[in-house]
């Protein structure tokens, strides 16, 4: 209806249509700006004919009379944006000026940019030009520079332009040579058809590239621009890879009241994808928008990643100066856009990707902001690292009531007495402080070094205590024994009085040793051990696997088997049976009798593995029970190999 009436010149009807949107809740006033800026760009794309004439309008003369009707109209309220820059234009020669940038890096084409400005352009007055600029984009450029007089413009990466748009400019710089309004600036990154001429003053920086201290561009960037965009900060978040920086965010994210927004940066990134985002937002106080950078600089001599990953992080650049330097981004393809409106206080965050192979944050950072120079003028450095202090929830506590009762080992080893069962859930929580450093006493050195190791040491842990916490064995324990044993249904004799601070202490061992990077390399040459979890009928059993039980720590052994757990010997750990056994108790899943398909023979165990004639190995029943773990603990598993090895 909008566009019918513009296309009539119904400018009343328009107008009390577009009053009556804004009328609404500000969700339509956000809907209604998207809807009005794609029309205004696809108005620019075509030449109309007016029903009832023969001669073709000028698309923008409708789009101009609409658009001012509205302003006029008292039923609209229109948001009026600030100047970025009190105009200067005196002291700013006039006519045409090339400036030879070849070579500059992504910063140094910046600092020009704002040294011909002496502040930050507006969005209509800076053209970036690709190899897809069109002649039209062109035409249009130059007759913002003849209609806004006083005014300063810039185009830049002219040699990106075809060789026509590039003759296309000389014949507009000819005919504009002897204009006393006219100030455009070309920056050069690249050869281009430009020769030197009477009408063109011609500027080289192969000795004296622009130069500013950082001081001043704080001075000037970051104070001045945050306010004029209504962000109030954008947080570089930087750190080695798995000390937390995404975890970082994502709380500091969850203490925002307003929307949130992540937008990825990619191989897929695109300016497309990312204003689409942004158009989700409703425009209020206190949103977040969080640049999830995940693609990483090729960590070996593979050229094509590496300029693969130049151009993402060039497109990025150029987006962030576009949407904070001047406020306003566009889809050069669909005409899509966003603009930034002030006083809203927004907060930004960029996670910065981490260099392979190198632990260096620092270094991470500075290669990163080379290719990103912007945000080193209007970011605020935030650097996680892996000795943060630890978040502690309720399943942090829980693993640290049974450490504090671990250190008081009577109080680990307490018995069931007068109808109390020995659980620790219970007892009081501790204190931040005091939960840390019992973390890091137990902690090996190569799981303190890393966040996302110390979580997957407390999501291990957690479980483990939660085992504790339903194992009738251990919380009825009354220091005579322990549950039947599985395969054979004898009671053991065994002395369980030191029942919790055996199994708790192998359990810490264990965590240990799955925090390893060794978890990824062949069990055989390792001396692997660890509890398998039998969780059948709602409550917990235990089974130990050892795979090199002659290699197993004596006074280890002896602890074992004295609270009688049974260690298997290397002929146990061949017999097929007992590996089923191990899988069943640990995943749940119920063994039974079949017959083998090859004969008469009646196997007792899990006929899945002969069905599918998998060769199970203790190798790999140990890869399994170690998957089944991570998956059980939340933690993501890779599974590498070769084809046909048993992925």
Same mark, same amino acid.
């Given at each position: 209806?909008?566009?019918?009436?513009?296309?009539?010149?119904?400018?009343?009807?328009?107008?009390?249509?577009?009053?009556?949107?804004?009328?609404?809740?500000?969700?339509?006033?956000?809907?209604?700006?998207?809807?009005?800026?794609?029309?205004?760009?696809?108005?620019?794309?075509?030449?109309?004919?007016?029903?009832?004439?023969?001669?073709?309008?000028?698309?923008?003369?409708?789009?101009?009379?609409?658009?001012?009707?509205?302003?006029?109209?008292?039923?609209?309220?229109?948001?009026?944006?600030?100047?970025?820059?009190?105009?200067?234009?005196?002291?700013?020669?006039?006519?045409?000026?090339?400036?030879?940038?070849?070579?500059?890096?992504?910063?140094?084409?910046?600092?020009?940019?704002?040294?011909?400005?002496?502040?930050?352009?507006?969005?209509?007055?800076?053209?970036?030009?690709?190899?897809?600029?069109?002649?039209?984009?062109?035409?249009?450029?130059?007759?913002?520079?003849?209609?806004?007089?006083?005014?300063?413009?810039?185009?830049?990466?002219?040699?990106?332009?075809?060789?026509?748009?590039?003759?296309?400019?000389?014949?507009?710089?000819?005919?504009?040579?002897?204009?006393?309004?006219?100030?455009?600036?070309?920056?050069?990154?690249?050869?281009?058809?430009?020769?030197?001429?009477?009408?063109?003053?011609?500027?080289?920086?192969?000795?004296?590239?622009?130069?500013?201290?950082?001081?001043?561009?704080?001075?000037?960037?970051?104070?001045?621009?945050?306010?004029?965009?209504?962000?109030?900060?954008?947080?570089?978040?930087?750190?080695?890879?798995?000390?937390?920086?995404?975890?970082?965010?994502?709380?500091?994210?969850?203490?925002?009241?307003?929307?949130?927004?992540?937008?990825?940066?990619?191989?897929?990134?695109?300016?497309?994808?990312?204003?689409?985002?942004?158009?989700?937002?409703?425009?209020?106080?206190?949103?977040?928008?969080?640049?999830?950078?995940?693609?990483?600089?090729?960590?070996?001599?593979?050229?094509?990643?590496?300029?693969?990953?130049?151009?993402?992080?060039?497109?990025?650049?150029?987006?962030?100066?576009?949407?904070?330097?001047?406020?306003?981004?566009?889809?050069?393809?669909?005409?899509?856009?966003?603009?930034?409106?002030?006083?809203?206080?927004?907060?930004?965050?960029?996670?910065?990707?981490?260099?392979?192979?190198?632990?260096?944050?620092?270094?991470?950072?500075?290669?990163?902001?080379?290719?990103?120079?912007?945000?080193?003028?209007?970011?605020?450095?935030?650097?996680?690292?892996?000795?943060?202090?630890?978040?502690?929830?309720?399943?942090?506590?829980?693993?640290?009531?049974?450490?504090?009762?671990?250190?008081?080992?009577?109080?680990?080893?307490?018995?069931?007495?007068?109808?109390?069962?020995?659980?620790? @859930?219970?007892? *009081? !929580?501790?204190?931040?402080? %005091?939960? #840390?450093?019992? $973390?890091?006493?137990?902690?090996? &050195?190569?799981?303190?070094?890393?966040?996302?190791?110390?979580?997957?040491?407390?999501?291990?842990?957690?479980?483990?205590?939660?085992?504790?916490?339903?194992?009738?064995?251990?919380?009825?324990?009354?220091?005579?024994?322990?549950?039947?044993?599985?395969?054979?249904?004898?009671?053991?004799?065994?002395?369980?009085?030191?029942?919790?601070?055996?199994?708790?202490?192998?359990?810490?061992?264990?965590?240990?040793?799955?925090?390893?990077?060794?978890?990824?390399?062949?069990?055989?040459?390792?001396?692997?051990?660890?509890?398998?979890?039998?969780?059948?009928?709602?409550?917990?059993?235990?089974?130990?696997? @050892?795979?090199? *039980? !002659?290699?197993?720590?004596? %006074?280890? #052994?002896?602890? $074992?088997?004295?609270?009688?757990? &049974?260690?298997?010997?290397?002929?146990?750990?061949?017999?097929?049976?007992?590996?089923?056994?191990?899988?069943?108790?640990?995943?749940?899943?119920?063994?039974?009798?079949?017959?083998?398909?090859?004969?008469?023979?009646?196997?007792?165990?899990?006929?899945?593995?002969?069905?599918?004639?998998?060769?199970?190995?203790?190798?790999?029943?140990?890869?399994?029970?170690?998957?089944?773990?991570?998956?059980?603990?939340?933690?993501?598993?890779?599974?590498?190999?070769?084809?046909?090895?048993?992925?």
């Amino acid at each position: 209806t909008l566009t019918a009436a513009l296309m009539n010149e119904n400018f009343g009807e328009a107008t009390s249509l577009v009053s009556a949107l804004f009328s609404n809740r500000h969700e339509s006033q956000t809907i209604l700006a998207s809807k009005v800026s794609h029309y205004c760009w696809k108005m620019k794309r075509s030449v109309l004919t007016l029903p009832g004439s023969n001669s073709p309008a000028s698309p923008f003369q409708q789009c101009g009379k609409f658009l001012n009707e509205l302003v006029n109209d008292d039923g609209v309220q229109c948001h009026v944006y600030p100047k970025r820059r009190s105009l200067t234009e005196d002291s700013v020669p006039k006519g045409h000026t090339v400036h030879i940038a070849h070579l500059f890096s992504p910063d140094q084409v910046l600092r020009l940019l704002f040294q011909i400005y002496e502040g930050l352009p507006e969005s209509f007055e800076v053209m970036r030009c690709t190899t897809n600029t069109t002649r039209e984009e062109v035409d249009l450029f130059f007759q913002r520079t003849t209609n806004f007089e006083n005014r300063t413009f810039v185009m830049f990466d002219v040699n990106h332009l075809t060789t026509d748009l590039q003759e296309q400019v000389l014949r507009f710089q000819l005919d504009s040579s002897t204009s006393q309004s006219v100030r455009i600036h070309y920056i050069l990154t690249g050869h281009c058809i430009f020769h030197e001429a009477p009408w063109i003053k011609v500027r080289n920086y192969k000795d004296h590239k622009p130069e500013l201290s950082d001081g001043q561009y704080e001075h000037i960037y970051k104070r001045r621009l945050l306010q004029d965009c209504g962000i109030e900060k954008i947080e570089l978040v930087f750190g080695r890879a798995g000390d937390g920086k995404s975890h970082h965010i994502k709380k500091q994210m969850k203490s925002l009241r307003g929307d949130t927004c992540t937008i990825a940066v990619n191989e897929a990134f695109s300016v497309r994808g990312a204003i689409q985002k942004l158009q989700q937002l409703n425009l209020q106080q206190g949103n977040c928008v969080y640049f999830n950078v995940t693609i990483s600089p090729s960590g070996g001599a593979n050229s094509e990643e590496a300029e693969q990953y130049q151009s993402v992080m060039a497109d990025f650049h150029w987006f962030l100066f576009d949407l904070f330097g001047i406020g306003f981004v566009q889809d050069p393809v669909t005409g899509n856009s966003f603009r930034l409106r002030t006083g809203y206080g927004w907060r930004v965050f960029v996670e910065v990707p981490s260099v392979p192979g190198d632990d260096n944050a620092r270094v991470a950072l500075a290669s990163f902001l080379d290719l990103v120079p912007f945000l080193k003028y209007i970011g605020s450095e935030y650097h996680v690292r892996a000795d943060d202090p630890f978040d502690i929830d309720k399943d942090t506590q829980l693993v640290c009531k049974y450490l504090k009762a671990l250190k008081n080992r009577r109080h680990i080893n307490r018995l069931y007495r007068r109808k109390q069962e020995v659980r620790f @859930s219970t007892d *009081p !929580d501790l204190t931040e402080q %005091e939960c #840390r450093n019992l $973390l890091l006493d137990v902690m090996a &050195e190569h799981v303190k070094d890393r966040k996302i190791m110390q979580q997957l040491f407390v999501k291990y842990m957690n479980r483990r205590c939660n085992v504790l916490e339903h194992a009738p064995g251990f919380n009825f324990n009354e220091g005579k024994g322990v549950d039947a044993d599985k395969r054979t249904g004898r009671h053991s004799s065994a002395d369980t009085s030191e029942l919790g601070s055996t199994l708790l202490s192998t359990m810490l061992k264990e965590v240990n040793s799955f925090c390893h990077p060794s978890i990824q390399e062949d069990w055989r040459l390792h001396s692997h051990q660890q509890l398998v979890y039998d969780f059948k009928n709602g409550q917990a059993s235990f089974l130990f696997l @050892s795979i090199n *039980p !002659d290699k197993l720590d004596l %006074e280890e #052994r002896e602890k $074992l088997e004295k609270i009688g757990i &049974e260690i298997p010997s290397l002929m146990d750990l061949k017999n097929r049976q007992r590996l089923d056994e191990y899988l069943s108790s640990a995943l749940d899943v119920d063994l039974e009798k079949y017959q083998v398909s090859s004969g008469d023979l009646t196997k007792f165990g899990l006929a899945l593995i002969d069905e599918e004639k998998y060769v199970l190995t203790v190798d790999y029943t140990v890869k399994m029970l170690d998957i089944h773990e991570r998956r059980m603990c939340g933690m993501p598993v890779v599974i590498e190999g070769e084809t046909g090895v048993g992925k």
